[in-house]
């Protein structure tokens, strides 16, 4: 009698070359599949024996465009939480990290994710900074020889997603550039990730002619429609999931080309929603078919990055499967990697980590003396009154649009307390250079307290928006106490905080802690008068300049079209 590490009995398991589920045991030996056998007769000798009890077996999900960062939690934690949600693979970007460590960061999220109890993969950061030096300040920087030291990882599988897309189709000397003409000569093939919203026809082309062939972003139906026809592979996020999207898919069968994705999952939402699982039911009940939607989380996803000896149960392949009563709810029962299980629904468990970054990493908001004098708004005019640049938020989206506003000078300071604006600042704390850019904020963001925080895209440099300047400083020191983090204060009280002391974007806490000090602060927004669908997400990208319209960084009011920094103060 032949010998198997484990033995599933009297399971529903899918076949992906079939495209459909098949009554059959299933042995593993080694940490692989051995023998899926449909008649169900075979003996063998098991040193531990799992019946399945008819429930339906699926491989383990992969997500292969995704950042860690977002969800504010370091590698170990937050592959536990996922493993709980029947994803076993993830591909994450650290262009986070990268941004406030440079290389460091990336060898740093990769040695922190050794302890995880899924496989954690990870993509070139290609984008850091997302513009230039003359835009923003960064911590670190991702240049043509940083990439190629990188790509010399063993956990490194693919180019991260390449920002400045209109830059790079048109003549440039970008460091990714330099790159990608390394990659054809020395890795032809090599998997590329791109981010090209908008890109049509010969644009597209001139895109996908440098090699770049996955797309994630948000898309109307003849974008997808291009990509597709054009040999892209379409990576589809919650926000993709729009019936005419899938009903173009499931209508001309183009499950090949395809894939499910995270992309950014906030702690709150992985808490109380789930992670990739909640993609792809979410799809289901669009209307999906199931065994497309399993297909599309596990097999396609897979190939696209190479990672040939997953995503699939058969013989020789690694055991990660899912165990579910329902695969059309995506609740797993089991979770298995390698043979080994990492889940029980019975017996869900939460875990901080175990790593410790280098000491360095949780003292990075470098900041110069910050008094309340940093906090008015001096003006070269004998105007009594000026004309200024404000950013505008709306309620529905993360793009901005400038706004001009009238406010009085009173020696030689903006008087802007009535102005329907509040001050809003971003202060370098990198320890570069002690830059603050001075900006202003109105529409759907707060209408009262302050909002500080060094999670911050891309640059993560320390935010600070406000009506009372006594508070912002209060802010922004105790920012700096925690070393990182997000919060709120109003009449000098702090209402919510959430500290992140791994280079001000990471918390080394489990899940549960994270998410609802996220959603504490999440709520606090909302009542100081944050009128947006994520006003997280919608704070944290008022500094991310190369999204329209207008936004703010240490260097002052970037006008995103122009690439370039414009005056506060309109003449």
Not at 38 to 55: C, N, P
Not at 272 to 286: H, I, M, P, W
Not at 511 to 535: C, F, M, N, Q, W
């Amino acid at each position: 009698m032949e010998s198997v590490s484990l033995l599933i009995k009297n399971a529903k398991v899918f076949n992906t070359y079939l495209k459909k589920f098949i009554s059959a045991d299933v042995s593993v030996k080694d940490g692989r599949f051995y023998y899926i056998d449909r008649k169900r007769d075979t003996d063998f000798q098991a040193e531990a024996v799992l019946d399945a009890g008819g429930m339906y077996m699926i491989p383990g999900l992969v997500d292969i465009h995704m950042h860690i960062e977002s969800s504010m939690m370091t590698p170990e934690p937050f592959g536990n939480c996922v493993a709980a949600y029947g994803v076993t693979t993830i591909v994450s970007e650290p262009h986070e990290m990268a941004n406030v460590k440079g290389t460091r960061g990336v060898l740093e999220m990769i040695s922190a994710a050794k302890n995880a109890p899924i496989d954690i993969f990870y993509g070139i950061p290609s984008s850091v900074p997302s513009t230039s030096e003359r835009l923003e300040t960064t911590g670190g920087i991702i240049d043509c020889n940083a990439m190629k030291h990188l790509l010399n990882e063993e956990d490194v599988v693919c180019v991260g997603e390449i920002m400045n897309y209109r830059q790079i189709i048109r003549e440039n000397d970008l460091e990714i550039t330099k790159f990608l003409d390394y990659l054809r000569q020395e890795r032809p093939g090599y998997v590329i990730e791109g981010h090209c919203p908008s890109l049509l026809e010969l644009d597209l082309a001139r895109f996908l002619y440098l090699g770049i062939d996955g797309d994630h972003t948000e898309h109307t139906l003849e974008e997808v429609k291009q990509r597709i026809e054009n040999g892209m592979f379409f990576e589809i996020q919650d926000k993709m999931l729009l019936p005419e999207v899938l009903d173009y898919i499931r209508e001309n069968q183009l499950y090949e080309y395809c894939g499910f994705v995270t992309d950014d999952t906030m702690a709150d939402v992985l808490y109380e929603k789930g992670q990739l699982n909640y993609v792809v039911q979410k799809a289901v009940e669009s209307g999906f078919p199931v065994e497309m939607a399993v297909y599309c989380a596990t097999y396609t996803p897979a190939r696209r990055m190479h990672l040939y000896d997953r995503g699939v149960i058969a013989p020789g392949k690694l055991a990660d499967f899912v165990l579910l009563a329902d695969p059309a709810v995506l609740a797993p029962v089991y979770v298995y990697k390698n043979g080994v299980q990492i889940f029980c629904e019975k017996n869900r468990s939460e875990v901080s980590s175990s790593y410790r970054f280098p000491e360095d990493f949780y003292q990075s908001v470098c900041l110069p003396p910050v008094t309340i004098e940093d906090f008015r708004v001096r003006v070269d005019t004998d105007k009594d009154e000026v004309t200024v640049r404000a950013i505008e938020v709306h309620p529905d989206r993360t793009q901005t649009t400038e706004k001009l506003v009238t406010m009085p000078v009173r020696e030689h300071l903006l008087d802007w307390k009535d102005s329907g604006c509040l001050l809003a600042m971003v202060l370098e704390r990198h320890g570069k250079n002690g830059n603050i850019g001075y900006g202003f904020i109105t529409g759907a963001c707060l209408n009262k307290g302050t909002a500080a925080t060094t999670y911050f895209h891309d640059h993560h440099n320390l935010f600070v928006a406000g009506d009372n300047p006594e508070d912002m400083l209060l802010a922004v020191r105790r920012i700096q106490e925690l070393q990182g983090g997000f919060l709120t204060v109003r009449d000098g009280k702090i209402l919510a905080e959430l500290a992140l002391p791994v280079c001000g974007i990471l918390s080394e806490r489990g899940v549960e802690d994270t998410a609802l000090k996220l959603k504490g602060i999440r709520e606090s927004l909302a009542g100081l008068g944050y009128r947006h669908s994520s006003p997280i997400m919608s704070l944290g990208t008022l500094g991310l300049p190369v999204s329209p319209a207008l936004k703010l960084t240490d260097r002052g009011l970037v006008d995103v079209k122009q690439s370039a920094v414009v005056p506060l103060i309109v003449e």
